[in-house]
C-alpha cells in the first residue's frame, strides 16, 4: 500500500473501524466511505458509526462520505431487507452471506475513487472470511477490471486478512469499541445481543479476554456458543 491516500470501505462494524484507525495512525489521508443500501440495520449502524468517528482525532481523516446503492429491487424477500428471519446465535457463517455485497460496494467505491483521484480501497475482510467476493483472486480481478474501465489504477487493500476478530480486538483494545456496530436485528439504537453478528461480536470479546462495553438488548439466557465449541470452553473451565 504505496499511496498514502485511500478510502476505507466502513461499516460501523468492529473490523472496518479497528481498520480505519490503525490506518490512520499510519499518517495516511484517509476517506471513510459508508455505503447504503438500504439494509434493515443501516439506520442505527450510521448512528454508531458517526458516534465512533467523532472519538477519532487523527488530521489525515476526511469527513465521512456517504454514498447509497439500493439493493431492494434485486434483493427482494431477503432477510436483510426485511428484517424477517434474522440469522440467530447458532447459525453458520454462510447464513449471513449478501449476495454480491463486495461486488456491489467495490463498484460503487471504485467510481467514487476514480473521479477524487484515490488510489486505494481498504476493506476489513479477516482471515477465514468464507465468501467467493472476498477472496484475494476476486478482489485482485476486481481492482484489475475496475482500474480498465475507469481509466485508473487501483488497488484493493485488506490489511487484516491474516487476522482473526479476537486478534482484531486485541489491536484495537485502546479505541472505543463499544461504539462501533455488529447487529443485524437491532433494538431501538441497541444490539439485540442474540442474533448470529451479535453472538460472534461476544464470543470474539470472551475470547480476547478484553471486557465487553456493548450493550447488548439481551444479554443473559442466551447460548452465544456452537455446540461443539461450547463444550471445548466448558471443559478448558
Same mark, same amino acid.
Given at each position: 500500500?504505496?499511496? %498514502?491516500?485511500?478510502?476505507? @470501505? &466502513?461499516?460501523? $462494524?468492529?473490523?472496518?473501524?479497528?481498520?480505519?484507525?490503525?490506518?490512520?495512525?499510519?499518517?495516511?489521508?484517509?476517506?471513510?466511505?459508508?455505503?447504503?443500501? $438500504?439494509?434493515?440495520?443501516?439506520? #442505527?449502524?450510521?448512528?454508531?458509526?458517526?458516534?465512533?468517528?467523532?472519538?477519532?482525532?487523527?488530521?489525515?481523516?476526511?469527513?465521512?462520505?456517504?454514498?447509497?446503492?439500493?439493493?431492494?429491487?434485486?434483493?427482494?424477500? !431477503?432477510?436483510? /431487507?426485511?428484517?424477517?428471519?434474522?440469522?440467530?446465535?447458532? +447459525?453458520?457463517?454462510? =447464513?449471513?452471506?449478501?449476495?454480491? %455485497?463486495?461486488?456491489?460496494?467495490?463498484?460503487? *467505491? *471504485? &467510481?467514487?475513487?476514480?473521479?477524487?483521484?484515490?488510489? #486505494?480501497?481498504?476493506?476489513? @475482510?479477516?482471515?477465514?472470511?468464507?465468501?467467493?467476493?472476498?477472496?484475494?483472486?476476486?478482489?485482485?480481478?476486481?481492482?484489475?477490471?475496475?482500474?480498465?474501465? @475507469?481509466? !485508473?489504477?487501483?488497488? &484493493? #487493500? /485488506?490489511?487484516?486478512?491474516?487476522?482473526?476478530?479476537?486478534?482484531?480486538? !486485541?489491536?484495537?483494545?485502546?479505541?472505543?469499541?463499544?461504539? +462501533?456496530?455488529?447487529?443485524?436485528?437491532?433494538?431501538?439504537?441497541? !444490539?439485540?445481543? $442474540?442474533?448470529?453478528?451479535?453472538?460472534?461480536?461476544?464470543?470474539?470479546? =470472551?475470547?480476547?479476554?478484553?471486557?465487553?462495553?456493548?450493550?447488548?438488548?439481551? %444479554?443473559?439466557?442466551?447460548?452465544?456458543?456452537?455446540?461443539?465449541?461450547?463444550?471445548?470452553?466448558?471443559?478448558?473451565?
Amino acid at each position: 500500500m504505496k499511496n %498514502r491516500r485511500a478510502c476505507v @470501505l &466502513i461499516s460501523g $462494524g468492529l473490523d472496518s473501524c479497528v481498520l480505519l484507525a490503525h490506518l490512520a495512525e499510519q499518517g495516511r489521508e484517509l476517506t471513510p466511505l459508508y455505503v447504503q443500501a $438500504g439494509l434493515v440495520w443501516e439506520r #442505527v449502524e450510521l448512528i454508531w458509526l458517526r458516534r465512533f468517528l467523532a472519538r477519532l482525532n487523527h488530521p489525515g481523516l476526511k469527513p465521512l462520505r456517504r454514498l447509497s446503492l439500493p439493493v431492494e429491487d434485486i434483493y427482494q424477500s !431477503h432477510w436483510s /431487507t426485511t428484517g424477517k428471519a434474522v440469522p440467530g446465535a447458532q +447459525t453458520e457463517d454462510s =447464513a449471513v452471506y449478501l449476495p454480491g %455485497r463486495n461486488l456491489l460496494l467495490l463498484s460503487k *467505491a *471504485a &467510481i467514487y475513487c476514480s473521479l477524487n483521484r484515490i488510489g #486505494v480501497i481498504a476493506l476489513g @475482510l479477516l482471515k477465514g472470511n468464507p465468501f467467493p467476493d472476498a477472496t484475494p483472486a476476486f478482489l485482485h480481478d476486481m481492482a484489475g477490471l475496475a482500474g480498465d474501465a @475507469l481509466s !485508473h489504477p487501483l488497488e &484493493i #487493500v /485488506t490489511p487484516f486478512r491474516s487476522l482473526s476478530k479476537t486478534e482484531v480486538i !486485541h489491536l484495537g483494545k485502546a479505541l472505543p469499541l463499544e461504539l +462501533t456496530f455488529s447487529c443485524i436485528r437491532p433494538v431501538g439504537e441497541e !444490539h439485540c445481543g $442474540g442474533c448470529n453478528k451479535c453472538a460472534e461480536r461476544r464470543r470474539a470479546f =470472551a475470547k480476547a479476554g478484553v471486557k465487553d462495553r456493548t450493550g447488548y438488548h439481551r %444479554r443473559t439466557g442466551l447460548d452465544i456458543w456452537p455446540e461443539s465449541e461450547g463444550a471445548d470452553r466448558a471443559d478448558s473451565n
